[in-house]
């Protein structure tokens, strides 16, 4: 993935405020809305996992429980652990060890152990691709941490960098990794030891169309980079027909729908247009739209326009996308329907940007990866390494190791669509997450 610079930041318009209760109970969406969670009544439940229950029992027992080599769950964790042979080595390294290391099975999720004694108001502001997760990990969180109360607000990446930048928020999300000169920028707020951009979204990029008869469409890369470019004007043009042999095409106009403010997920669409279709698409990747259409203001926006117009298209975060059908991407001589699991397998076979400072975990994405679907995104949580206020480590720190959780990623999942981190890549983000602090 090209990390790219922010051109011009569109200016934040003032969000508005939505309450999410513990229950997590459903809110509205709008591009505009704030997503937030008050403290949970119900402070008991912090004891156990809702999820699976992993909460009962210590990493230790966990783990022992079963073998990713050969099943030996059957043995009690005292007993099995000591007896399996160091080439398996699942017993070799207690669970304060090994949680923030590859493990057995690919490594282990970190554990959550709601922090004691804090307290006050954590804010977020960016991608509005990631906000039915957040809305889920704010919803678990304050199950299990009522002290804390998180706001989030949708405004998008562009403006949550630049908040973030700012000094206005202690946390961005940002469907793009801060490039270099953000990343020097970031140590404004942060001080030397700067900013960490840690990946704990993923989900694919849905490419939605509303055209009345046509539930299945095929479309190659390039094909995909004519329809957007406005090279490709109709329906009916023998490009999309070659694709989509039999399928019943009207005569009639293409209507592009894009993203009106500055968007991570632009970007990460561009990115794979710019991979994929070569010189199709003759534009450089960034968070602003480059061609023509008609603009929508964030995720909810760009959905919305296309449900209720006849002939459109557009991109967006497969989470948001509801009952619209979507394009079936050309990938070599197969045509892939987005899936989560597509999707996260492109972040599984991705490697770090190099030259980043410890802890910074931003991707290079691999779209080429077997088996996946290779228009995704990758949601990026902000932060600095060091706070000026204690409170903002605290609450920051706390919040994401959440977010790193199984727990936090299976509901996001089961509420949101979105893909769950691996476990490899959860343990890092809980190492990055542990390294925060405040100064002094």
Same mark, same amino acid.
């Given at each position: 993935?090209?990390?790219?610079?922010?051109?011009?930041?569109? $200016?934040?318009?003032?969000?508005?405020?939505?309450?999410?209760?513990?229950?997590?109970?459903?809110?509205?969406?709008?591009?505009?809305?704030?997503?937030?969670?008050?403290?949970?009544?119900?402070?008991?439940?912090?004891?156990?996992?809702?999820?699976?229950?992993? #909460?009962?029992?210590?990493?230790?027992?966990?783990?022992? !429980?079963? =073998?990713?080599? @050969?099943? @030996?769950?059957?043995?009690?964790?005292?007993?099995?652990?000591?007896?399996?042979?160091?080439? @398996?080595?699942?017993?070799?390294?207690?669970?304060?060890?090994?949680?923030?290391?590859?493990?057995?099975?690919?490594?282990?999720?970190?554990?959550?152990?709601?922090?004691?004694?804090? &307290?006050?108001?954590?804010?977020?502001?960016? &991608? =509005?691709?990631? !906000?039915?997760?957040?809305?889920?990990?704010?919803?678990?969180?304050?199950?299990?941490?009522?002290?804390?109360?998180?706001?989030?607000?949708?405004?998008?990446?562009?403006?949550?960098?630049?908040?973030?930048?700012?000094?206005?928020?202690?946390?961005?999300?940002?469907?793009?990794?801060? *490039?270099?000169?953000?990343?020097?920028?970031?140590?404004?707020?942060?001080? *030397?030891?700067?900013?960490?951009?840690?990946?704990?979204?993923?989900?694919?990029?849905?490419? $939605?169309?509303?055209?009345?008869?046509?539930?299945?469409?095929?479309?190659?890369? !390039?094909? %995909?980079?004519?329809?957007?470019?406005?090279?490709?004007?109709?329906?009916?043009?023998?490009? %999309?027909?070659?694709?989509?042999?039999?399928?019943?095409?009207?005569?009639?106009?293409?209507?592009?729908?894009?993203?009106?403010?500055?968007?991570?997920?632009?970007?990460?669409?561009?990115?794979?247009?710019?991979?994929? $279709?070569?010189?199709?698409?003759?534009?450089?990747?960034?968070?602003?739209?480059?061609?023509? #259409?008609?603009?929508?203001?964030?995720?909810?926006?760009?959905?919305?326009?296309?449900?209720?117009?006849?002939?459109? %298209?557009?991109?967006?975060?497969?989470?948001?996308?509801?009952?619209?059908?979507?394009?079936?991407?050309?990938?070599?001589? @197969?045509?892939?329907?987005?899936?989560?699991?597509?999707?996260?397998?492109?972040?599984?076979?991705?490697?770090?940007?190099?030259?980043?400072?410890?802890?910074?975990?931003?991707?290079?994405?691999?779209?080429?990866?077997?088996?996946?679907?290779?228009?995704?995104?990758?949601?990026?949580?902000?932060?600095?390494?060091?706070? *000026?206020?204690?409170?903002?480590?605290?609450?920051?720190?706390?919040?994401?190791?959440?977010?790193?959780?199984?727990?936090?990623?299976?509901?996001?999942?089961?509420?949101?669509?979105?893909?769950?981190?691996?476990?490899?890549?959860?343990?890092?983000? $809980?190492?990055?997450?542990?390294?925060? =602090?405040?100064?002094?």
């Amino acid at each position: 993935m090209k990390i790219n610079r922010i051109g011009s930041l569109v $200016a934040l318009t003032a969000a508005s405020s939505l309450t999410l209760v513990a229950c997590g109970g459903d809110a509205e969406e709008t591009g505009e809305s704030a997503t937030s969670a008050a403290e949970s009544p119900a402070e008991g439940e912090g004891e156990e996992s809702p999820a699976e229950g992993e #909460g009962e029992e210590s990493p230790a027992e966990g783990e022992g !429980e079963e =073998s990713p080599a @050969e099943g @030996e769950g059957e043995e009690s964790p005292a007993e099995g652990e000591g007896e399996e042979s160091p080439a @398996e080595g699942e017993g070799e390294e207690s669970p304060a060890e090994g949680e923030g290391e590859e493990g057995a099975a690919g490594g282990s999720y970190p554990e959550y152990k709601p922090a004691e004694g804090l &307290s006050g108001d954590l804010k977020g502001v960016g &991608s =509005s691709a990631q !906000e039915a997760a957040v809305k889920a990990w704010i919803s678990g969180y304050n199950e299990q941490q009522s002290g804390v109360t998180v706001n989030y607000s949708p405004d998008g990446s562009g403006a949550g960098v630049e908040q973030f930048l700012g000094g206005a928020t202690p946390w961005a999300g940002s469907d793009v990794a801060l *490039d270099d000169e953000e990343m020097e920028k970031a140590k404004k707020v942060c001080g *030397d030891e700067g900013a960490m951009n840690l990946p704990a979204y993923i989900s694919p990029i849905a490419i $939605a169309y509303n055209l009345e008869g046509v539930d299945e469409l095929k479309l190659k890369p !390039e094909t %995909i980079a004519k329809i957007f470019n406005g090279d490709i004007e109709k329906w009916n043009d023998e490009a %999309i027909a070659a694709d989509n042999e039999g399928v019943e095409l009207p005569d009639q106009e293409i209507t592009v729908v894009h993203r009106s403010d500055e968007s991570g997920t632009t970007a990460n669409f561009q990115d794979y247009l710019v991979d994929a $279709a070569g010189d199709a698409w003759p534009h450089e990747s960034s968070k602003e739209w480059p061609a023509s #259409g008609e603009g929508a203001k964030g995720t909810s926006g760009v959905v919305s326009t296309v449900q209720g117009t006849p002939g459109t %298209i557009g991109y967006a975060d497969a989470s948001a996308i509801g009952q619209l059908n979507t394009v079936h991407v050309g990938v070599g001589e @197969e045509f892939v329907e987005y899936s989560p699991e597509a999707a996260a397998k492109v972040v599984d076979g991705s490697e770090p940007v190099e030259g980043r400072p410890e802890g910074d975990l931003a991707l290079e994405l691999n779209r080429e990866a077997e088996g996946a679907y290779p228009v995704v995104l990758v949601a990026y949580e902000v932060v600095c390494k060091q706070y *000026d206020k204690a409170e903002d480590a605290d609450n920051v720190k706390d919040f994401l190791t959440y977010v790193a959780s199984e727990e936090a990623q299976q509901k996001a999942a089961d509420e949101a669509g979105s893909a769950p981190i691996s476990a490899d890549t959860a343990a890092k983000i $809980a190492k990055s997450v542990e390294s925060i =602090s405040a100064k002094g």
